[in-house]
């Protein structure tokens, strides 16, 4: 039996965010109705594309991908439904890498007259009162550093009696509608003692987190420090 000859026709279609595709119509073919549909990339790699949405291409009844690395484009052959749910897909992942501020404050702890700063009541009802149990605080310093995902970041802090230097890793960031997390891997030193400490952590964004603390001499000020993170919306 003589098969069908397959109509395609091309047209150009707008999906809700500004994505641009073009998606080729075919009446029949020899796997049912399939569908040719190519979407324009912004972020993301075609092959980091092509990972994403391989679950959803069934070679088996002729669905195919191809990607091209010039124009940042993956073409897809599948079913109408399935084309969908790729496009869905791809709308979720090809996404700007998410930015992260981290503003660090190093509190001096037993050290000193007592302050009044307002900034110390975020810092105290972050303290666990089973393993911080200080007279007063004070703080120190601060270092706000803005950085993407998997990527690093530092910069120093001078105080009145000693400069430090933090270094931050950032991590996954996994971004939600009521904030989400992020990973982080955070050193502090000093200019006298070297290495204070070293944690990872994974911190909640807007919440502030107690790092870690040291009393690098006995006769002096124990140091904590502190982060909040805060997801900078592109």
């Known amino acids: 039996m003589q098969s069908k000859p397959?109509?395609?026709?091309?047209?150009?279609?707008?999906?809700?965010?500004?994505?641009?595709?073009?998606?080729?119509?075919?009446?029949?073919?020899?796997?049912?109705?399939?569908?040719?549909?190519?979407?324009?990339?912004?972020?993301?790699?075609?092959?980091?594309?092509?990972?994403?949405i391989e679950p959803y291409v069934f070679a088996d009844r002729g669905g195919t991908t191809s990607i091209d690395d010039q124009t940042r484009t993956i073409t897809v052959r599948e079913t109408p439904e399935m084309l969908s749910r790729i496009g869905d897909v791809l709308q979720?992942?090809?996404?700007?890498?998410?930015?992260?501020?981290?503003?660090?404050?190093?509190?001096?702890?037993?050290?000193?007259?007592p302050s009044d700063d307002p900034r110390l009541d975020e810092v105290k009802a972050a303290l666990p009162e089973d393993v911080f149990r200080f007279r007063n605080y004070r703080i120190a310093g601060e270092a706000i550093m803005t950085g993407i995902e998997h990527s690093g970041v530092a910069q120093g802090v001078a105080t009145d009696s000693e400069r430090y230097h933090i270094e931050a890793g950032i991590g996954d960031v996994n971004a939600t509608?009521?904030?989400?997390?992020?990973?982080?891997?955070?050193?502090?030193?000093?200019?006298?003692?070297?290495?204070?400490?070293?944690?990872?952590?994974?911190?909640?964004?807007?919440?502030?987190?107690?790092?870690?603390?040291?009393?690098?001499?006995?006769?002096?000020?124990?140091?904590?420090?502190?982060?909040?993170?805060e997801l900078v919306r592109n």
């Not at 641009?20 to 075919?26: D, E, P, Q, Y």
């Not at 700007?96 to 007259?113: C, I, T, Y």
């Not at 911190?203 to 603390?213: C, D, E, F, H, K």
């Open 177 to 229: 509608d009521q904030g989400g997390t992020v990973k982080l891997h955070v050193s502090l030193e000093s200019s006298r003692h070297g290495q204070i400490f070293a944690t990872a952590v994974n911190a909640r964004i807007g919440q502030l987190l107690v790092l870690g603390s040291a009393q690098p001499e006995s006769d002096r000020s124990a140091v904590i420090l502190t982060v909040k993170p």
């Open 92 to 113: 979720k992942y090809d996404l700007p890498e998410p930015s992260v501020k981290l503003q660090f404050r190093l509190v001096e702890a037993n050290g000193g007259a």
């Open 6 to 52: 397959l109509m395609i026709v091309l047209a150009l279609v707008v999906l809700a965010g500004g994505w641009l595709v073009a998606r080729m119509f075919s009446t029949s073919d020899e796997f049912g109705h399939l569908e040719v549909q190519t979407y324009q990339l912004e972020y993301m790699e075609p092959e980091a594309a092509w990972r994403v």
